[in-house]
């Protein structure tokens, strides 16, 4: 199952930067046609995402920061031919055992807390990804659907753990209690909400891009995903042990955006922890043509987009579900200018 | 006991009724190897269609419900059939889409605070004598229209698949396109039909919980209900009989589930609420043999001819 998603070069740097400025010009178009001031809409939105230097910290990249980690999560599988549409469900297995391990710990063992809770989290998000991982490699499969189950079942088990063993003491809210100081990542800037996380983020983004690119294992990856039979017969590669481990570091990536979440910025578990940053994830690692560099900019993009439309509601009430439209045209239309762009020459005649 | 399990059994094939009809839909859609991720947008701009058509009456919201739906598909036909784009790419992104489209458009026209609408309901159609069996009566001769046209389809789709060439003809699409192709059946026209039929469907089932269930609209209400669909055709194993099982399987889940939260159980509901899921996990690692998926299921290389 060879992934074409990823673009030409030419093109991608086209997507890169004439997409969003395009959906910018798109949204006011939706904007005009929906009786909408588009000026103030626009405006509202322009403060929202980047009205100061500290909203452009607090909002936008505190946003785009688990949006880096699930658009890295996504981009690896998909650079591996892994179809992992179960990064929402393996972010809220990160957020889960994060939770857990800072409630346990607290306050014990001082700052390297946010350590083993980041790592908590990595492995929690490793082990949702291992059943369907395991399942496409023993069964054969179907990780489409077995991680939307995944998802489901990761959201029951949430919703289990905070109306029992990790809800907060007075047992009245659906959530766990607010976790200890020492458990959460330091902020950035003072005055900010802007923490350590996005640091986290933007190693491993680095990190990734580096192993793809100058590893012999990062090579394999890339050509598991081009061509799976090339690589197995020609290449010589284990294809079937690349994939599972492919699809491994994609929840555990997923996981640790989980985790990043709660010990820097919720601070606690609670059913939507996660409002949908699994499925944004796709339009961010599309957006970026699955490069892990482009990825830190896409999830920038969508994670202000997000931001300034949260405000564009409050001030110009425009409805910020808005945002998905443009997720959506976003990944429409870098599928359809890859389709038109690569049209299979006609060699094989009028195939009908 | 008996006044515990009729009312528990009509609530389990109500909320099956959505499910089998958007998962029936899905059934044949993915028999031509097509995964419709979509179908949870189709579900919620079925919902919204039906809304905004119902002033009309009812039988003018189930059609806008299908109108709903079908415009989803017709999208992703253009996408996976037209474009051979990536058929779990492309429906996430519809899906993502009819969210927003359907969100911002009902809070544009409804307006912003979501005053509950109320819309006309389809009462239920209760058969006499036989509503009047005990236990199952009111659960399978006392429901609406839909529960009933449900029913009617699984053997309809059933005879379809396994007994008409077209049938056949299009399970051979989801195996191998290339040798259906060889075979001088039009495979681009066969999978954008199937498509189209079960977003269709999926719309329907939309409508369903509009008109003939929730009298009223609001954001998301589809809840999960296109990806539980494709959980109930897995568990299904792709045959219109099993999809009617499993959907009452994962109806019975959730109304028990209400039936231990209203009581203050002791039991965490969410295992109820798991279990289909599990299941069909296990059901998934079991069936390497009988009743698998179509083999050329998700591929994006063989979309078309």
Known sequence: MPVIVRTERGAGVLAAFGLPVGMIAVLMVLLAVGGFDVGASMAALGRGAAGSLSIFASSTLVRATPLILTGLAVSFAFRGGVFNIGADGQLLAGAAAACAVALALGSTVGPLTPVLVILASGAAGLMAAAIPAWLRLRFGVLEVISTIMMNFLSLYAIGYLVRGPLQEPTRVYPQSSTIDVAARLPFLIPGTRLHAGFVIALVLALAMWWYLRFTASGFRVRVIGANPHAASVAGGVNTARGTTGIFLASGALAGCAGGVELSGVTFALYENISPGYGFTAIAVALLAGLNPLGVILSAIFLGGLAAGAASMQREAGVPSVLVSVIEALIILSIIAGRALLARPGRVRGAAR | ?305
């Not at chain 2, 058929?87 to 809070?107: D, F």
């Not at chain 2, 004598?129 to 009933?148: D, E, H, K, N, S």
């Not at chain 2, 309809?156 to 040798?179: D, Q």
């Open chain 2, 1 to 305: 006991m008996i006044d515990v399990i009729a009312p528990f059994l009509e609530a389990t094939v109500r909320t099956a009724t959505p499910l089998a009809l958007a998962a029936l839909g899905e059934t044949i859609t993915e028999r031509a190897g097509v995964i419709n991720v979509a179908l949870e947008g189709a579900i919620i701009a079925g919902c919204f269609g039906a809304l905004a058509a119902t002033t009309g009456g009812v039988w003018l919201g189930l059609l806008g419900g299908v109108t709903g739906g079908l415009l989803v598909g017709v999208i992703l036909a253009t996408f996976v059939v037209g474009l051979r784009s990536d058929q779990i790419i492309a429906g996430t992104a519809l899906t993502l889409g009819a969210y927003g489209a359907t969100g911002t458009l009902y809070r544009v026209i409804f307006g912003e605070t979501g005053v509950s609408l109320s819309v006309p309901t389809m009462g239920p159609i209760v058969i006499p004598g036989l509503a009047g069996i005990p236990v199952v009566g009111r659960a399978l001769f006392a429901q609406p229209l839909m529960t009933y046209l449900m029913l009617g389809l699984v053997p309809l789709v059933s005879w379809w698949l396994y007994r008409t060439h077209s049938g056949l003809a299009l399970r051979a699409i989801g195996e191998r396109p290339s040798a259906a192709l060889v075979a001088g059946i039009h495979v681009a026209r066969w999978r954008t039909a199937s498509i189209l039929i079960g977003s269709a469907l999926g719309g329907l089932a939309g409508a369903t919980l509009v008109v003939a269930q929730a009298g009223t609209f609001s954001e998301q209400m589809s809840a999960g209900r296109g990806f539980i669909a494709i959980a109930v055709v897995a568990l299904g194993r792709w045959k219109p009989h099993g999809v009617l099982a499993a959907a009452l399987l994962f109806g019975a889940a959730s109304a028990l589930q209400y039936r231990f939260q209203s009581q203050g159980a002791a039991v965490p509901y969410q295992i109820f609420l798991a279990l289909p899921y599990a299941l069909t996990l296990l059901v998934l690692a079991a069936g390497a043999g009988r009743g698998r998926a179509p083999a050329a299921l998700a591929r994006a290389e063989s979309s078309s001819d």
